[in-house]
């Protein structure tokens, strides 16, 4: 009998610009999120309680500037965090997707940890800001992430008029298409038809 992998994490990063920490347990545990943006934490809050993590983070930066060094080296850390915890990227489902509605909101979510990263983002926010956060950094977390973490993400907002429903949709969407991909699964090897990612 093989022992079970830890899916576990813990990646620090320390730059001119940012200060990020990241514990990450794929299965499960407390969230603990600490960053300069109340929208930012809450953001992140919903990405890891619907994926199913456990996930400690702190992020201090240079937000005197603005948010953006921070909302992308923290993308940049979770990536790194999470391909860790995959290991050899042979133990997870692989796919999965989700389709999230928040009252005007309907966000989508496709993604393949596989290894191959890219990310397609469509969303049209109709108010630019959420207190101190720019909309426009979501493609720059997700980006990060998806770049550092090997997946293969698209993120679709379908529809919304208010900006604070579509982005925490399309987070709560990447959440769950996260929990069905990552989840555990039977038998050795990736799921691939190449027998290798």
């Not at 934490?41 to 948010?67: N, P």
């Not at 399309?170 to 990552?182: N, T, V, Y």
Request: proline fraction near 4%; glycine fraction near 10%.
């Amino acid at each position: 009998m093989t022992a079970t992998p830890l899916r576990k994490a813990s990646v620090r990063r320390t730059t001119k610009e940012t200060e990020i920490s990241v514990d990450l347990n794929l299965d499960g545990g407390r969230q603990q999120i600490d960053t300069p943006s109340g929208f930012f934490t809450h953001m992140l809050t919903a990405l890891s309680a619907y994926a199913g993590w456990g996930l400690e983070l702190s992020a201090r930066g240079d937000s005197h500037v603005d948010l953006h060094h921070t909302v992308e080296d923290t993308g940049l850390v979770l990536g790194d965090a999470l391909a860790q915890a995959l290991g050899d990227f042979s133990g997870h489902a692989r796919f999965g997707s989700a389709l999230v509605p928040m009252d005007d909101a309907l966000a989508e979510a496709a993604l393949d940890a596989g290894r191959r990263p890219f990310l397609c983002l469509e969303a049209d926010f109709p108010q630019p800001t959420a207190g101190d956060f720019d909309f426009c950094l979501v493609e720059e977390f997700f980006r990060a992430l998806a770049t550092r973490a090997g997946w293969t993400l698209h993120l679709t907002g379908r529809r919304g008029r208010n900006s604070h429903h579509l982005c925490e949709a399309l987070f709560k969407a990447a959440g769950m298409a996260a929990r069905s991909a990552l989840a555990p699964k039977e038998g050795q090897g990736p799921v691939s038809t190449k027998g290798v990612l």
